[in-house]
């Protein structure tokens, strides 16, 4: 069964230092892979997505991540946080399952960004 | 704007009681979903919706059922709310059938406590 794992629950960084949040995924074909922020008290929303081609992927909020198919691994990067990036980031993964197309998540990573 | 709007952002229940919780979205999506969120669970799919009066059961659907009357609106329904319950419930929407379309755009979310 397909499934993404999200090794880190929680990470400290400090403000201005490089970040890298992990994911890890599982499926048998060209994976869709996803990231998505949640902010306090909000919803989620998509930071950047991968689907074929280049294996490094740039999205909003100066976020990037580089697909590595051999490693089975989604990394998630960002050269120097802000304390607005303080927030929990999930990876997902979109799986077909008797010809409906869903997303699979993983438990999250919960970032806080000291001053 | 895309929007995904869920009618309440708190609710408090009493166990027993059945529970309605809306959302509507503006975008003409076809497909739409329910999730519930859990502390180190990440996303977990209760049920989700690709055409009007058409539902799927998700992974976890035990407890819950859906209704789609009009191709915006999607409601979950808690038969008999029990304090496992307590959760926090995302609603989501995408557009099209294929794969690469299931970017989901999510509502800010309903905390719901059971008493």
């Known amino acids: 069964a397909q499934s993404v794992t999200q090794p880190d629950i929680h990470i400290t960084v400090s403000e201005g230092a490089s970040l ?20 306090p008290g909000q919803g989620l929303q998509l930071l950047l997505k991968y689907f074929s081609g280049d294996t490094l992927v740039q999205g909003i909020k100066g976020f990037e991540a580089e697909f590595k198919r051999s490693q089975s691994s989604f990394n998630l990067r ?10 929990e980031y999930f990876c997902a993964v979109g799986r077909t399952t008797g010809g409906y197309n869903k997303l699979i998540f993983g438990a999250g990573t919960r970032l806080a960004v000291h001053p | 704007d895309v929007k995904v709007t869920q ?9 027993g009681e059945k529970v309605f919780l809306e959302c509507v979205q503006d975008m003409d999506h076809e497909n739409m979903f329910w999730y519930r969120q859990d502390p180190g669970l990440g996303l977990r799919l209760i049920y989700f919706s690709y055409d009007v009066k058409m539902k799927e059961k998700g992974d976890i ?6 209704s789609r009357e009009k ?12 304090t496992n319950q307590t959760s ?8 099209g059938a294929a794969l690469m379309n299931t970017e989901a755009f999510f509502g800010q979310g309903t905390r719901l406590t059971v008493v």
């Open chain 1, 20 to 39: 890298e949040l992990r994911c890890n995924y599982s499926y048998g074909a060209t994976p869709y892979l996803f990231w998505y922020v949640q902010s």
């Open chain 1, 78 to 87: 960002k050269p120097s946080v802000h304390w607005s990036d303080a927030a």
């Open chain 2, 7 to 15: 009618s309440s952002r708190y609710l408090v229940k009493r166990t």
């Open chain 2, 61 to 66: 659907p035990e407890g819950y059922s859906v």
């Open chain 2, 71 to 82: 191709k915006e609106r999607f409601s979950l329904i808690l038969e008999s709310a029990s």
């Open chain 2, 88 to 95: 926090m419930y995302l609603c989501a929407s995408s557009s």
